[in-house]
């Protein structure tokens, strides 16, 4: 069966620092692979999704990036966080052609 | 206007009774449809997942597409309180870009 690990669960990071978070998918191959913010009352923001190897498509131009450096990772960063950085974060996949996301436990990143 | 409008709730009820939660939409384009249940301090987990108009059952969930109205619906029957949790919607176009709904919060009361 497939599954997502999505790491750290919490983070505090000071203004200014960097971040890295790290998405692992197991069980299939070439998935389609999302990074979502979810902030209190505003629902799933759609942030970066990568169809494959190296190709990351942006939704939100921001302080973050996002790179796919093998199949199954999907990697959240950024040199210098801001206040308004915090917030939940979110992993998923999509079998290629399927509509049906699946959702890594998240990240809660504050940043002080 | 949202392009995905969803009541925030709470929405308290007791035990054994039928919850309906609902989200509407403005784009017509929209083609699937999907109803996350999210835990406190956890990921969305996938509960239901239609591409037509009509009914979709599950267990003690049904979920309901009115495409003509842009409405869909989520209905639990015989609510438990592990029921409890942040019910969002969720709806796309193609197989990359989900809108969600900010959510509704439901407490199941024992």
């Known amino acids: 069966s497939q599954t997502i690990h999505q790491w750290p669960a919490t983070l505090v990071q000071p203004v200014g620092s960097p971040l890295s978070l790290e998405c692992t998918v197991e069980g299939t191959s070439n998935p389609n692979l999302y990074w979502y913010r979810q902030a209190a009352g505003r629902g799933l923001q759609l942030l970066f999704y990568s169809v494959g190897i190296g190709q990351i498509s942006s939704e939100v131009p921001q302080n973050l990036s996002a790179s796919r450096p093998q199949d199954r990772q999907f990697i959240l960063s950024s040199k210098k966080l801001l206040l308004s950085d915090s917030g939940f974060y979110l992993c998923?996949?999509?079998?290629?052609?399927?509509?049906?996301?699946?959702f890594g436990q998240g990240t809660r990143l504050t940043v002080v | 206007q949202k392009e995905v409008e969803q009541d925030p709730g709470p929405l308290s009820v007791p035990e054994g009774a039928i919850v309906s939660l609902n989200c509407t939409y403005s784009?017509?384009?929209?083609?699937?449809f999907m109803w996350y249940r999210q835990y406190s301090r956890k990921g969305p987990e996938l509960l239901m997942y239609?591409?037509?108009?009509g009914n979709k059952e599950d267990g003690r969930f049904t979920a309901q597409v009115d495409k003509s109205s842009k409405y869909i619906s989520l209905f639990i029957r015989d609510s438990q309180p592990s029921d409890s949790a942040t019910y969002l919607c969720?709806?796309?176009?193609?197989?990359?870009?989900?809108?969600f709904g900010t959510g509704t919060r439901l407490k199941v009361l024992a």
């Open positions: 784009n017509s384009a929209f083609q699937y």
């Open positions: 998923a996949w999509t079998s290629t052609g399927s509509t049906e996301a699946f």
């Open positions: 969720a709806m796309s176009v193609g197989t990359y870009k989900y809108i």
């Open positions: 239609t591409y037509s108009s």
